[in-house]
Antibody, heavy 119, light 113 residues
Framework: QVQLVQSGAEVKKPGASVKVSCKASGYTFTSNDINWVRQATGQGFEWLGW????????GYAQKFQGRVTLTRDTSINTAYMELSSLSSEDTAVYYC????????????WGQGTMVTVSS | DIVMTQSPDSLAVSLSERATINCKSS????????????LAWYQQKPGQPPKLLIYWASSRESGVPDRFSGSGSGTDFTLTISSLQAEDVAVYYCHQYYSTPHTFGQGTKLEIK
């Protein structure tokens, strides 16, 4: 079945970086954009950016410009999100989500990766 | 950035009754090129990722029960559950994809009365 499977939970110190992976299966990885969204505990959603797996082109939310990097490895159908200069405010569940070709909403979501930033 | 505001923040409805959740965008999210509104609705249960229910404001995602429907245009949108079932208890979010950054409503918590 179509799914996105993310890497496991991470605990990082302030100032460190984290890299989360998102492996696609059940569809052609290069056919759909991948977006990244985060959700702090009990809070709403915050969009980080998008990537076109076919070309590697990316776009980032202004808030995260310079701190977030989206990449991919098409040989293993995997997208990556790296966030640097972590602070406690970055503690959240990070999701990758597939952009629906028709309709442009997020139709498939990864299970989420908890990133905890603590000294 | 487009601000999405949902109402109410929480809602309690009796089983088999209708539930209505509203979402308002700070500017129009109607694409003039296809006359469609760039608005989606998601359902999120505890410990799970969101599930897409509705896209283009009123198109139901495959596999979503037909008791879920979306309506509205321009800046005002509604998600309606025609006959609430126990499994519909969740938090519901609207999402605009008209322009980046993508933005979401703050969520509406739906419970059984």
């Amino acid at each position: 079945q179509v799914q996105l499977v993310q890497s496991g939970a991470e605990v990082k110190k302030p100032g460190a970086s984290v890299k989360v992976s998102c492996k696609a299966s059940g569809y052609t990885f290069t056919s759909n954009d991948i977006n990244w969204v985060r959700q702090a505990t009990g809070q709403g959603f915050e969009w980080l950016g998008w990537m076109i797996p076919n070309s590697g082109n990316t776009g980032y939310a202004q808030k995260f410009q310079g701190r977030v990097t989206l990449t991919r490895d098409t040989s293993i159908n995997t997208a990556y999100m790296e966030l640097s200069s972590l602070s406690s405010e970055d503690t959240a569940v990070y999701y990758c989500a597939r952009l629906r070709i028709v309709g442009r909403a997020f139709d498939i979501w990864g299970q989420g990766t908890m990133v905890t930033v603590s000294s | 950035d487009i601000v999405m505001t949902q109402s109410p923040d929480s809602l309690a409805v009796s089983l088999s009754e209708r539930a209505t959740i509203n979402c308002k965008s700070s500017q129009s999210i109607l694409y003039s090129s296809n006359n469609k509104n760039s608005l989606a609705w998601y359902q999120q249960k505890p410990g799970q990722p969101p599930k897409l229910l509705i896209y283009w404001a009123s198109s139901r995602e495959s596999g979503v029960p037909d008791r879920f429907s979306g309506s509205g245009s321009g800046t005002d949108f509604t998600l309606t559950i025609s006959s609430l079932q126990a499994e519909d208890v969740a938090v519901y979010y609207c999402h605009q994809y008209y322009s980046t950054p993508h933005t979401f409503g703050q969520g509406t918590k739906l419970e059984i009365k």
